[in-house]
């Protein structure tokens, strides 16, 4: 603009020395026209020159085998989907760039703020992200600019690009980022991408070193912020208090956090207000400095205080006294492929009276506690919802070996939860009191329970031992392995107490039923035996019956033993099936024990091997 005032007052003032010396000297004035010309060629260069800028488009089509394709317009533009980017002076890297100016419009008048360097046709307003489409649309003054794509894979490029200056020129070029496939975060939701990208207003870079992260997120402006984290080690304690943060890093194996202080790594607190969407990926948090209060995650504030909608995803969280911490209210929340590992105590610990609803914990694992794998005691009026564990490894908790009650997870204060397809091995190996078990249920409430489709397989005592006061659930399509004591122990009193034990594959191990003081197991078994009669227990089992006599035998109950044939008394065993023998207990009421698939006669009793 200033070149241009210049350029037309230079042609005014030819325009008046000709008029003078035409007027004044009579003269024609040969050199005066000249420089009156020469003066109006620049005003037209000038003028031409202004309201020119270089028009670029770049669509964000990714390609590669993880890309999901098909007939859907844009199959392959969805991952890249509101992708922020920067538009950098050449040459830039991931963590140097220095902003280019751009425009709204090709008139070039009117700049666009430095992060909201993108404008997207038809329109001219400004922004920092590539839209539902995945264009990279910007009006700059032309030449080699370089750019970057930040999404939740991750930050790539620089990417080159070389527009001409002249009259409005339009650059488009597909840009294909394979390279964003081999980063981090595989597989993405839409949803969780849309929500991030529309949430994060200002995109930081803090370097590897002492307190960057928290001096970055001190520094970001009001609104949604996401903190990019190179590969190296970043010693801090976090605090997240605020709304839409979210913390991206290099990778677990790549980008690293541990703990200044004997404190918490990362703090997400509702203390000063509801707060919601947190998110973390990709990088690992390690307690090197052996701080033995440090936890690794704490989620905490008021009981009843939004906390929500927070999400972490491929991490590992190493070496705290609580690899994770629920202190505080939190409600459709989220763990995928986190790793809780070495705990000093619990690898996750939610002992509170605040509301733990709609948790879930899917393709992680829990390993090398020294006490519990996992510790849940939600002690709210109502106990935790909607709470998963969804194919989760726990394995080779209670390392300390002292611990009373010890067990992978020990569950109470259970409102309603789900444990499926999870793999459990060498939970507490070494326990003081002949109760170790791979998940143990406990406590007044442990409602709605249930255990499915897991191999369960520690050398401890129990693989599910319930003596929960109230409780109800579905223990089924298990694999239950080499317990010493017993696959499942029920041991429940309460009337509205109801559990039922379907089809489980049982070795060398048995279920074992003990009833309340009316004689009511409060259990069902479906697939073991017909009416789905109830077991008692009893250490021995006198005036039992084998198949065609009254004599009596002393059963040996060290394996489950499932009964296949019809209601018997006493003295009936109705039609047995061949090779088989029906043993059960003549006390009280006829109670099926089970059935044999042949009867030796050893030291005048029997022993039913199956």
Known sequence: MIIVVFALSLVLLRIFYLVAEMCFERDWPRSTWRGLVLAIMLLILCASAFGQAVRVDIPLLTSGPNVPSGGAALPQALWLTNAT????????????????????????????????????????ACSSDAGLLGNVGFWYGGGTVDYLVNS??????????????????????????SQALAGPFTSPSIATQLLTAASVNTILYPAPGTGTISAAMASAPSGGVMLQLQCGTYIDNITIATNNVLIQGAGANCTNLQPATNAAMLTITA??????????????????????????IVITGPVNQINDWHHFENLVISGFRYDLNLVGRTIWTTFENVHFASALQSGIYASTAAVLNHITFRDGQINNSQQYGVYWNDTNTNASLSTEFDHVNVEGNGLSGTLANCAGMYLTGIGTMSIHDGYFESNCATVPDAKGADIRVTGTYAQA????????????????LNDAVQTTGEYTGNKIVNQTTNAIKIQTTHTLSNI????????????????????????????YYPLAQTWYSSPTFP??????????????YTNFLQFNGTNISPTTVGTPVANQAVCFVSVGPPVVVGHCTSVVSSSGGCTCAP
């Not at 000063?272 to 033995?292: E, H, K, P, S």
């Not at 005036?543 to 040996?556: F, K, L």
């Open 543 to 556: 005036n039992v019956t084998a198949t065609g006599t009254v004599t009596a035998y002393t059963v040996n």
């Open 449 to 464: 329970l249930d255990i499915k489709s897991n191999l369960i397989w520690s050398v401890t005592n129990y693989g599910i």
């Open 271 to 296: 203390a000063g207000g509801a707060i919601q969407y947190a998110q973390v990926r990709d990088l690992t948090m390690t307690n090197v400095g052996g701080f033995t209060g440090a936890d690794g």
């Open 500 to 527: 039922h034990i379907g089809p489980n594959l049982l070795i060398a191990s048995s279920i074992l039923l003990v009833p309340d003081g009316g004689s009511n197991t409060h259990t069902t078994l479906d697939g």
């Open 85 to 124: 980017v920067q538009i950098c002076q050449h040459p830039a890297t991931t963590s140097s760039c220095t902003y280019v100016t751009t425009y709204t419009d090709a008139t070039g008048s009117t700049p666009c703020p430095p992060t909201q360097q993108l404008v997207q046709l038809p329109g001219n």
């Open 152 to 177: 939740q894979g991750g930050t790539y490029g620089p990417y080159t690009v070389t527009g001409v200056n002249g009259s409005g020129n339009f650059v488009s070029t597909i840009q294909p980022l």
